[in-house]
T-cell receptor
Framework: NAGVTQTPKFQVLKTGQSMTLQCAQDMNHEYMSWYRQDPGMGLRLIHYSVGAGITDQGEVPNGYNVSRSTTEDFPLRLLSAAPSQTSVYFC?????????????FGPGTRLTVL | KQEVTQIPAALSVPEGENLVLNCSFTDSAIYNLQWFRQDPGKGLTSLLLIQSSQREQTSGRLNASLDKSSGRSTLYIAASQPGDSATYLCAAKNSGGGADGLTFGKGTHLIIQP
């Protein structure tokens, strides 16, 4: 299994541009989520999904959209990039959201918005 | 709102020493407490997950404990090795606040000197 994969690894955008961060998992996990990691802030939840066709907001959802058309894929869309969205983005998945389920993280996408 | 604090923020010890990393949380109504490892430029790797009904979990040279009443968890690393150098993150999973409910600490940056 490839686990959780993310593309691209690095991206530079100009303010106002849009883009999609890709996330895929091949473990048949129902639960997927997106975090951002900023220096001195820890990881914060952006959006999550408990299964195909179901998404919900996390702690910091503004400026981001998600969709979950398949179990495998959970893309994160930046509608109009802002410098405040400069961060490292991690996608994670787990079999379900049961209390005992471990989350698996992707390698991250480092995004810079100029 | 749950807050997770990790002390110290950074730690440097000689190879072979036993060491303890600390994690405290403000809301004791947690489902579980997870410890992750993050290498530079990489994603998070799950090390141990302690359910709220458990007191500790062990994996190889790692032992994690949980004391819900005092709002504390520790990660004990025995006979440290240079390969243990990484940032260690703890995350508390709460019973409320969304399906995810994971609140992360900011991490302890650990350096094991050869």
């Amino acid at each position: 299994n490839a686990g959780v994969t993310q593309t691209p690894k690095f991206q530079v955008l100009k303010t106002g541009q849009s883009m999609t961060l890709q996330c895929a998992q091949d473990m048949n996990h129902e639960y997927m989520s997106w975090y951002r990691q900023d220096p001195g802030m820890g990881l914060r939840l952006i959006h999550y999904s408990v299964g195909a066709g179901i998404t919900d907001q996390g702690e910091v959802p503004n400026g981001y959209n998600v969709s979950r058309s398949t179990t495998e894929d959970f893309p994160l869309r930046l509608l109009s990039a802002a410098p405040s969205q400069t961060s490292v983005y991690f996608c994670a998945s787990s079999y379900s959201n049961r209390l005992t389920d471990t989350q698996y993280f992707g390698p991250g996408t480092r995004l810079t918005v100029l | 709102k749950q807050e997770v604090t990790q002390i110290p923020a950074a730690l440097s010890v000689p190879e072979g020493e036993n060491l303890v990393l600390n994690c405290s949380f403000t809301d004791s109504a947690i489902y579980n407490l997870q410890w992750f490892r993050q290498d530079p430029g990489k994603g998070l790797t799950s090390l141990l997950l302690i359910q709220s009904s458990q007191r500790e979990q062990t994996s190889g040279r790692l032992n994690a404990s949980l004391d819900k009443s005092s709002g504390r968890s520790t990660l004990y690393i025995a006979a440290s090795q240079p390969g243990d150098s990484a940032t260690y993150l703890c995350a508390a999973k709460n019973s409320g606040g969304g399906a995810d409910g994971l609140t992360f600490g900011k991490g302890t940056h650990l350096i094991i000197q050869p």
